[in-house]
T-cell receptor
Framework: AQKVTQAQTEISVVEKEDVTLDCVYE???????LFWYKQPPSGELVFLIR??????QNEISGRYSWNFQKSTSSFNFTITASQVVDSAVYFC??????????FGTGTRLTVIP | NAGVMQNPRHLVRRRGQEARLRCSPM?????VYWYRQLPEEGLKFMVY????????ESGMPKERFSAEFPKEGPSILRIQQVVRGDSAAYFC???????????????FGPGTRLTVL
C-alpha cells in the first residue's frame, strides 16, 4: 500500500527564517516518483518538483531545496529566507505503478512579515 | 499552449440537484485524472480515464458519481443528487500519452469548488 505522511499540519515562521517541511512515504515499489506541490490561497496547485526513486541527488532551485533520503523514506523540502509569498499549503505526493498520485494531508505554512 | 481548463470554477447546488464539472486537458494529452479535496484535507484520487475509456475508478464513490471522457469534448465528472458532504474542490489533471510509465507528470487544472447548500 502507498502512503504519504506530512506530520506537520501547520507551521509559522517569521519572514527571512528558513523552514523545512517534512514528508515521509511508504511503498513497496522499487520504482516511484515523488512530488511537491504548492497550493496558495487562490486554490490552484502549483508543481514544484519531481524526483524519481533512482536519483537521490539533492536539488536546489533558488530558495527551494529538496533532500531525498531513501534510507529513511523521506523527501523533505526546505525554503531558505522565507517570504510572505511562500505562505501556502504544501503537498507531498507519491506516484508508483498505479496511475494516480497519493497525496499527503499537506502542511500549511504561514510566513509572518 | 493553454493549460488544463476546468469550468465552472465555482458551482453552487442545492441538495438533490445534479452537478456537472468539466475538464479540458492540455493539448495533446489523452489521459485525464479527477481528484477530490475535502476541506482541510489532501487530494484523493477518484478516477483515471483515457479517451472513451475508464481505466481506473477505484477512488470513485459507488453511487451518484460518474465520469466520462468522450472522443470529442471535455471530460465530465457528474454528481447526481448532491449532498452536503459532496462540497469540495474537484481537481482535474492531464498527462500525455506514452512515455515512461511512472514518470508522466500530471498537470493540474485550477479546480472547481462545489458548494452544496
Amino acid at each position: 500500500a502507498q502512503k504519504v505522511t506530512q506530520a506537520q499540519t501547520e507551521i509559522s515562521v517569521v519572514e527571512k527564517e528558513d523552514v523545512t517541511l517534512d514528508c515521509v512515504y511508504e511503498t513497496r515499489d522499487t520504482t516511484y516518483y515523488l512530488f511537491w506541490y504548492k497550493q496558495p490561497p487562490s486554490g490552484e496547485l502549483v508543481f514544484l518538483i519531481r524526483r524519481n526513486s533512482f536519483d537521490e541527488q539533492n536539488e536546489i532551485s533558488g530558495r527551494y531545496s529538496w533532500n531525498f533520503q531513501k534510507s529513511t523514506s523521506s523527501f523533505n523540502f526546505t525554503i531558505t529566507a522565507s517570504q510572505v509569498v511562500d505562505s501556502a499549503v504544501y503537498f507531498c505526493a507519491l506516484k508508483t505503478g498505479a496511475n494516480n498520485l497519493f497525496f499527503g494531508t499537506g502542511t500549511r505554512l504561514t510566513v509572518i512579515p | 499552449n493553454a493549460g488544463v481548463m476546468q469550468n465552472p470554477r465555482h458551482l453552487v447546488r442545492r441538495r438533490g440537484q445534479e452537478a456537472r464539472l468539466r475538464c479540458s486537458p492540455m493539448k495533446g494529452h489523452s489521459h485525464v485524472y479527477w481528484y477530490r479535496q475535502l476541506p482541510e484535507e489532501g487530494l484523493k484520487f477518484m478516477v483515471y480515464l483515457q479517451k472513451e475509456n475508464i481505466i481506473d475508478e477505484s477512488g470513485m464513490p459507488k453511487e451518484r458519481f460518474s465520469a466520462e471522457f468522450p472522443k470529442e469534448g471535455p471530460s465530465i465528472l457528474r454528481i447526481q443528487q448532491v449532498v452536503r458532504g459532496d462540497s469540495a474542490a474537484y481537481f482535474c489533471a492531464s498527462s500525455p500519452p506514452g512515455g515512461e510509465r511512472y514518470s508522466n507528470e500530471q498537470f493540474f487544472g485550477p479546480g472547481t469548488r462545489l458548494t452544496v447548500l
